[in-house]
């Protein structure tokens, strides 16, 4: 049996998952929280995909979008609006807005979606059974009209 939070539920605020996300930063640098953010992410996306039965379908496109946009977000965690999912070449690109990495950012921020990148690529492996090289290519945060992903088959 686990401990449920009967008054406030699941959900805390991106302000404070945001003080994390710094402080982490402060302590181990920016790669090293880099890493830590990265490899959290996609233990989470793992096991969100194992929970929801969905390792080993090898889902793809718009059925992958609309899965993932329904665990991570506006009526699953929030972490993150999936908006498509593309494949050519051996490589998935993955469209996301709502970011909670980008969230309250200044516009020209150096920030990177590491553990939201992590959690769909985490994801993206249990799904597939296949390994790949994550990498934000994309930020709405310096322009781009999503936070852009692309994982490449290794």
Same mark, same amino acid.
């Given at each position: 049996?686990?401990?449920?939070?009967?008054?406030?539920?699941?959900?805390?605020?991106?302000?404070?998952?945001?003080?994390?996300?710094?402080?982490?930063?402060?302590?181990?640098?920016?790669?090293?929280?880099?890493?830590?953010?990265?490899?959290?992410?996609?233990?989470?996306?793992?096991?969100?995909?194992?929970?929801?039965?969905?390792?080993?379908?090898?889902?793809?496109?718009?059925?992958l979008a609309a899965k993932l946009n329904a665990?991570?977000?506006?009526? !699953?965690?929030?972490?993150?609006?999936?908006?498509?999912?593309?494949?050519?070449?051996?490589?998935?690109?993955?469209?996301?807005?709502?970011?909670?990495?980008?969230?309250?950012?200044?516009?020209?921020?150096?920030?990177?979606?590491?553990?939201?990148?992590?959690?769909?690529? !985490?994801?993206?492996?249990?799904?597939?059974?296949?390994?790949?090289?994550?990498?934000?290519?994309?930020?709405?945060?310096?322009?781009?009209?999503?936070?852009?992903?692309?994982?490449?088959?290794?």
């Open positions: 049996m686990t401990y449920q939070r009967d008054e406030l539920g699941e959900f805390s605020s991106v302000v404070c998952f945001k003080a994390v996300i710094t402080g982490v930063e402060d302590t181990l640098g920016k790669d090293g929280a880099s890493v830590v953010f990265t490899r959290a992410g996609k233990v989470r996306g793992g096991n969100l995909a194992r929970d929801l039965g969905l390792a080993g379908t090898g889902l793809h496109g718009d059925e665990a991570l977000g506006q009526e !699953g965690t929030r972490l993150a609006a999936v908006h498509g999912v593309r494949e050519e070449n051996g490589k998935i690109t993955v469209d996301t807005t709502d970011t909670v990495c980008s969230a309250g950012e200044e516009m020209g921020s150096d920030r990177s979606c590491t553990f939201t990148m992590g959690a769909i690529w !985490g994801a993206l492996e249990a799904i597939t059974g296949k390994t790949y090289l994550g990498e934000q290519t994309q930020s709405v945060l310096r322009g781009g009209q999503f936070d852009r992903f692309e994982f490449e088959e290794l």
